[in-house]
């Protein structure tokens, strides 16, 4: 079986656009989350504006939310052959994005000292939520390509 890539791409779009929303919500459902970073950022000299960020900041978050989908949903597609369609296997695509997209190099600045633990802890924790819930929306949409058999003549 080949990677349906049509399949991939609109995965991958409703999982970027359902990682963007839970961000979103995330944003304005935790005060004490955002005040968090917002301490944080301050430390490092960064002024955070939430929303009012501009429309760049925005688009950028965007943008990023939608290479996460693709590269969940692609990466559901890879593992899917070894370990079977189903919800499993997508909080596994999810979990293993998170692993490698978000927590190793939170967890690289929190070594550097960026970030505290605390912070990199809870923002983990909702994170593979998100990743998990966003792979498994966008993976929901996967089917694969059907090869043709060589027996059959249409090979």
């Known amino acids: 079986m080949r990677i349906n890539l049509a399949r991939v791409?609109?995965?991958?779009?409703?999982?970027g656009v359902v990682l963007t929303a839970l961000n979103a919500i995330k944003g304005g459902a935790?005060?004490?989350?955002?005040?968090?970073?917002?301490?944080?950022?301050?430390?490092?000299?960064?002024?955070?504006?939430?929303a009012s960020s501009g429309p760049g900041t925005l688009a950028f978050f965007t943008a990023t939310s939608l290479v996460y989908g693709l590269a969940g949903v692609w990466l559901y597609a890879a593992i899917r052959p070894r370990?079977?369609?189903?919800?499993?296997?997508?909080?596994?695509?999810?979990a293993i994005l998170w692993l490698v997209g978000y927590l190793l190099p939170m967890a690289g600045y929190a070594g550097m000292g960026l970030f505290s633990a605390r912070?990199?802890?809870?923002?983990?924790?909702?994170?593979?939520?998100e990743m998990i819930m966003a792979v498994a929306a966008g993976s929901w949409l996967y089917r694969e390509t059907a090869t043709r058999s060589l027996a059959s003549g249409h090979g």
């Not at 989350?33 to 960064?46: K, S, V």
């Not at 983990?124 to 939520?129: E, I, K, P």
């Open 9 to 15: 791409a609109m995965g991958g779009l409703v999982a």
């Open 119 to 129: 912070l990199v802890a809870l923002s983990g924790g909702l994170s593979l939520v």
């Open 83 to 94: 370990f079977e369609d189903g919800p499993r296997t997508r909080i596994l695509a999810g």
């Open 30 to 50: 935790i005060p004490a989350f955002n005040a968090e970073w917002a301490q944080a950022m301050g430390r490092l000299g960064i002024e955070m504006r939430g």
